[in-house]
């Protein structure tokens, strides 16, 4: 497809720094696993943990999406779409599970991390979806803003959550 031309590097350096992150982010965890447990800790894990791996997969489905062969840009803009619909979702789900979680008192900085910029992230994605058809280059330029801002979302939360089990 004429449009996904330039793009191939970009999606393989993301999808693959995305992949590295998944796997660096399950050895974390197997790391920390001897750490004292907290109260509370599967909340608090699926609040603030889980969705740094969530994020990471969705940089890498979306770099799956636009490396695959498709003849037009439809197909791919419909898989886009239910996947920034779905992180809406479930970007909601996460504020009410850090909401409901009683092992640590969120600050600002995670609101901002686990929730606020993963909705405007996902929100890039399906609402680029959306225009792909009638202004498909800067629904390009929106879908990569988007997987960027995930990538860099899971960087900063993987490295928060490291320090915050090791110092505490």
Request: without cysteine; aromatic residues 12%.
């Given at each position: ?113 686990h929730v606020l910029l993963p909705f405007a992230a996902y ?6 979806s959306f225009a792909a058809r009638s202004h498909t280059r ?31």
């Open positions: 497809m004429r449009e996904l031309s330039g793009w191939e590097n970009f999606y393989v350096i993301v999808g693959s720094s995305a992949g590295a992150l998944i796997g660096l982010q399950f050895v974390v965890i197997t790391l920390i696993a001897d750490f004292p447990v907290v109260r509370d800790a599967e909340r608090a894990g699926s609040a603030f943990a889980t969705p740094t791996i969530v994020h990471f997969g969705a940089v890498l489905l979306v770099a799956a999406i636009l490396s695959a062969p498709w003849h037009g840009i439809g197909p791919a803009a419909l898989f886009l779409r239910a996947l920034g619909l779905s992180g809406l979702v479930y970007a909601a789900i996460v504020a009410r599970r850090a909401q409901q979680q009683t092992a640590y008192k969120p600050e600002f900085e995670d609101w901002l991390f929100a890039m994605l399906a609402s680029s800067q629904a390009l330029f929106s879908v990569a803003g988007a997987a960027l801002l995930l990538l860099f979302i899971g960087i900063h939360n993987a490295w928060d959550a490291l320090l915050r089990t090791t110092y505490l």
